[in-house]
């Protein structure tokens, strides 16, 4: 009996070495700056993307993958589960169901969305390589996913909110931007949406909160840093971090092109999943 394959998109964030010998595949968005285009991730690192951004005076357009390239993921494989970021920022998920719904009958496809990007995709994503690995059913690696996604943390700090504004990601934040020069935000990826927390004064303040939040949520069994060229701060943010979880392995990951571009640079953010 073939073993199910799982499918994500390129918003998604792992610790170093999660990929190896996973049965995972990762669909790239895309990435445009003025006439150019790129894959995300393929043809243009996070590093370069971040370079890029800092010299660009427009700020660069994402979109997501067509159909068309998730009929090629998905030709390949009988069974399927393909997790990917919240309908509400992306339609990603869109393209990935109409791929799905082309697909002959003796395909089993089931997509979901997880409601949220970056590590707690990842997080969602390695579990459900985990349990594919493991042998078990389509059936079995939904329910226990669908159980995960409402329960994943992810808290970051903006340096601004201008990106978030330029891109049309601002949604519920967006009461704060007659404050954007005096604040450093505090958001949080809620039911798939982009929602305010509080606003501090300074950036270290907003990462001693941070700290405080994740202590205050118990138990995690999995937890990283992500940063959008910031890893001076992401390093010391987990140095600090281990005080509360000690012994607990804190992986910390650049996140790439298209949560780069609605963030921009300095973003900071702690993401974990609870027992």
Known sequence: MSRAVVITDSTVDFPVGALDGQRIKVVPLYVMFGNEQFR???NLSSDEFFI???KSRDLPKTSQPTPADFLKAYKKDPK????????????TLQSANKARDEMPGNFDIR?????TLSLGLGFLVMRAAELAEGGESLDNIEAEIKQMIPRIRLFGVLDTLLYLEKGGRIGKVSSWLG???QIKPI?????????PVERTRSKAKAIERLIE?????GGMTKIGIIHAAAETEAKELAN???????????????????IGTHSGPGLIGICGSPK
């Open 187 to 195: 958001i949080q990826i809620k039911d798939g949406e982009v929602m």
């Open 240 to 258: 600090r971090l281990k005080t509360v979880y000690p012994g607990k392995n804190i992986p910390i990951v650049q996140t790439g092109t298209i």
């Open 52 to 54: 890029k951004l800092q």
């Open 179 to 181: 404050s954007l020069l």
């Open 213 to 217: 939040i994740f202590a205050g949520e």
């Open 40 to 42: 995300d991730r393929v």
């Open 111 to 115: 997509t979901l969305d997880s409601q």
């Open 80 to 91: 399927i589960i393909s997790i990917h970021v919240s309908a509400k920022l992306s339609g």
